[in-house]
């Protein structure tokens, strides 16, 4: 394990020297009371651990490393941080950390698991964090807020010997942080939806191609009736159109038109489709205030766009889509689903970024993630009128997304 730095700390591997101040640190009153299963009494105990904690053979698979927080300023050992397993949690990889007493109120501990965050997500690649707090540490409890946590529920847990109520806290990886000392007020700038891919287009493919993004869109593909007849379909937020291929693939004489606002997303569209421009009815619009003909589609498809959406706008748009359809036709959705905590997250990620905007975000007018559950998601379309509503896959979008099909 490499050392971190920061503007005032190095997290790094404990030497045996570090030994006096471990055992310090954890006996301070605050430390010791929170965290009582940890407290080493004396020097000789905290060589023992320091000696255990660099010889044991950690899974190279699962992070679990225990860092040293080391104070620039004097070269001190304030305190711990790392993350780990915890059994209590199901193996979920936790975050811990701690700081003598005398150091509190100074923000070490968040500069610390900033920079303990970045290293899980970005160096051990984790996708999730949890955290459990007991309800009266207020101090830590903000650490954990200020860090992006969100709070999930209250949970008794077997600790030092004993069955404790803990809070508990999850955070996701949401976005790619530059460095150690990442700032969550300014990891996203707010971009107009259609600026925003015009921007990426020529990138787009291989964006949404990368991972398991190929055999995403097979799978909306093989969604589709396989038929012979010249079917209507409307697909909204197309973008360079990737998914087209693959519902040609089981009904060769569909129909298509696009509909997309961004006008470099519909001309790749056109280019990496050269010989099916008759089946192609191209339509540079928002499909959030676009006129939509009435009963004019048999199927309409949207992939990897509603989560861009809050729920009530998400309605109004379904409803346009619904009296879109044919009777007895469908509307299939792919999309960005998570869990409820992620949800909340999210939610709190989108005003953070449009927390400065001159005005309140218009429906769909900035490019700003804010996917709901699976759950919700097939609540609202029932609301919009669809009279059932009915999961095809659960399984996309490396297992943050589903596809939906909702009939008319």
Same mark, same amino acid.
């Given at each position: 394990?490499?050392?971190?730095?920061?503007?005032?700390?190095?997290?790094? +591997?404990?030497?045996?020297?570090?030994? *006096?101040?471990?055992?310090?640190?954890?006996?301070?009153?605050?430390?010791?009371?929170?965290?009582?299963?940890?407290?080493?009494?004396?020097?000789?105990?905290?060589?023992?651990?320091?000696?255990? =904690?660099?010889?044991?053979?950690?899974?190279?698979?699962?992070?679990?490393?225990?860092?040293?927080?080391? &104070?620039?300023?004097?070269?001190?050992?304030?305190?711990?941080?790392?993350?780990?397993?915890?059994?209590?949690?199901?193996?979920?990889?936790?975050?811990?950390?701690?700081?003598?007493?005398?150091?509190?109120?100074?923000?070490?501990?968040?500069? @610390?698991?900033?920079?303990?965050?970045?290293?899980?997500?970005?160096?051990?690649?984790?996708?999730?964090?949890?955290?459990?707090?007991?309800?009266?540490?207020?101090?830590?409890?903000?650490?954990?807020?200020?860090?992006?946590?969100?709070?999930?529920?209250?949970?008794?847990?077997?600790?030092?010997?004993?069955?404790?109520?803990?809070?508990?806290?999850? =955070?996701?990886?949401?976005?790619?942080?530059?460095?150690?000392?990442?700032?969550?007020?300014? =990891?996203?700038?707010? $971009?107009?939806?259609?600026?925003?891919?015009? *921007?990426?287009?020529?990138?787009?493919?291989?964006?949404?191609?990368?991972?398991?993004? &190929?055999?995403?869109?097979?799978?909306?593909?093989?969604?589709? +009736?396989?038929?012979?007849?010249? &079917?209507?379909?409307?697909?909204?937020?197309?973008?360079?159109?990737?998914?087209?291929?693959?519902?040609?693939?089981?009904?060769?004489?569909?129909?298509? @038109?696009?509909?997309?606002?961004?006008?470099?997303?519909?001309?790749?569209?056109?280019?990496?489709?050269?010989?099916?421009?008759?089946?192609?009815?191209?339509?540079?619009?928002?499909?959030?205030?676009?006129? !939509?003909?009435?009963?004019?589609?048999?199927?309409?498809?949207?992939?990897?766009?509603?989560?861009?959406?809050?729920?009530?706008?998400?309605?109004?748009?379904?409803?346009?889509?619904?009296?879109?359809?044919? +009777?007895?036709?469908?509307?299939?959705?792919?999309?960005?689903?998570?869990?409820?905590? @992620?949800?909340?997250?999210?939610?709190?990620?989108? $005003?953070?970024?449009?927390?400065? &905007?001159?005005?309140?975000?218009?429906?769909?007018? !900035?490019?700003?993630?804010?996917?709901?559950?699976? $759950?919700?998601?097939?609540?609202?379309?029932?609301?919009?009128?669809?009279?059932?509503?009915?999961?095809?896959?659960?399984?996309?979008?490396?297992?943050?997304?589903?596809?939906?099909?909702?009939?008319?």
């Amino acid at each position: 394990m490499e050392r971190i730095e920061t503007k005032r700390l190095i997290l790094r +591997p404990f030497v045996e020297s570090d030994a *006096a101040d471990a055992s310090y640190n954890s006996k301070t009153p605050i430390v010791s009371h929170f965290m009582s299963d940890m407290v080493l009494e004396s020097e000789a105990a905290a060589l023992g651990w320091i000696r255990w =904690l660099n010889n044991e053979k950690f899974s190279t698979d699962i992070p679990c490393v225990v860092l040293a927080i080391e &104070l620039k300023l004097n070269g001190k050992c304030i305190g711990l941080i790392g993350v780990a397993p915890k059994r209590e949690l199901g193996g979920e990889i936790e975050i811990l950390f701690s700081i003598a007493d005398e150091y509190h109120s100074s923000g070490y501990a968040t500069e @610390a698991g900033k920079a303990m965050i970045w290293w899980a997500f970005v160096k051990a690649g984790q996708e999730v964090l949890s955290a459990i707090v007991k309800p009266e540490n207020k101090a830590s409890r903000r650490v954990i807020e200020k860090l992006g946590f969100v709070f999930g529920d209250t949970r008794i847990l077997p600790y030092d010997g004993h069955d404790c109520e803990f809070d508990y806290f999850r =955070l996701y990886c949401t976005d790619d942080l530059p460095g150690p000392e990442w700032d969550i007020h300014s =990891l996203y700038r707010p $971009e107009p939806m259609g600026a925003f891919f015009d *921007a990426r287009s020529d990138i787009y493919n291989d964006k949404m191609l990368s991972g398991s993004g &190929l055999e995403d869109y097979k799978k909306l593909g093989a969604c589709f +009736p396989k038929t012979d007849r010249a &079917l209507n379909i409307l697909d909204i937020g197309c973008g360079t159109g990737i998914e087209l291929d693959y519902i040609w693939e089981q009904a060769p004489n569909a129909h298509i @038109a696009c509909v997309d606002v961004s006008r470099g997303m519909l001309d790749l569209l056109l280019d990496d489709h050269p010989g099916s421009h008759d089946k192609i009815t191209i339509i540079e619009a928002s499909y959030i205030d676009w006129a !939509y003909p009435q009963s004019a589609y048999d199927i309409v498809v949207s992939n990897m766009t509603m989560h861009h959406l809050w729920p009530d706008e998400k309605v109004g748009v379904y409803r346009k889509i619904r009296n879109a359809i044919k +009777p007895g036709g469908c509307y299939m959705e792919g999309d960005f689903m998570v869990d409820a905590l @992620a949800v909340k997250q999210y939610r709190q990620r989108y $005003e953070i970024i449009t927390a400065n &905007l001159p005005d309140k975000a218009a429906p769909g007018e !900035y490019h700003i993630d804010i996917p709901c559950s699976v $759950e919700t998601q097939m609540e609202l379309l029932r609301n919009a009128g669809f009279g059932s509503v009915e999961i095809l896959c659960e399984d996309i979008n490396r297992g943050n997304g589903a596809i939906l099909l909702a009939r008319k």
